[in-house]
């Protein structure tokens, strides 16, 4: 069984970093591809980054292409999302997911498997 645990969210001020990580167990050919979602109060969940588990291919969402990075760490058995420049709008629970479907990558239908999410709030 697949278990996804998120953690790093909290309170920053605009302008400051957080890093959030996702430990991921029992993924064994069922986590090929793994992405960070977030969704904001009164807002539809909306991707926001993705990779190949076992490839250097990334994407990411226009509003935070430049400021967040995702990586991962095979050993571990985790990604993390990196953010800096953190705005206000950037408030939400974020979430990791994972797919065994490759060629899943920003469609949230497609990813199974997920976290129980991090609160990330940014003061202005």
């Known amino acids: 069984q697949v278990l996804l645990v998120e953690s790093g969210g909290g309170l920053v001020q605009a302008a400051g970093s957080l890093r959030l990580s996702c430990a991921a167990s029992?993924?064994?050919?069922?986590?090929?591809?793994m992405g960070w979602f977030r969704q904001a109060p009164g807002k539809e969940r909306e991707f926001v980054a993705a990779?190949?588990?076992?490839?250097?291919?990334?994407y990411y969402a226009d509003s935070v292409k430049g400021r967040f990075t995702i990586s991962r760490d095979n050993v571990k058995n985790t990604v993390y999302l990196q953010m800096n420049s953190l705005e206000p709008e950037d408030t939400a629970v974020y979430y990791c997911?994972?797919?065994?479907?490759?060629?899943?990558?920003?469609?949230?239908?497609?990813?199974?498997?997920w976290g129980q999410g991090t609160q990330v709030t940014v003061s202005s």
């Open positions: 997911a994972a797919t065994s479907v490759p060629t899943t990558t920003t469609a949230m239908n497609g990813y199974p498997y």
């Open positions: 029992g993924c064994t050919f069922r986590c090929y591809n």
């Open positions: 990779m190949r588990w076992s490839g250097s291919q990334t």
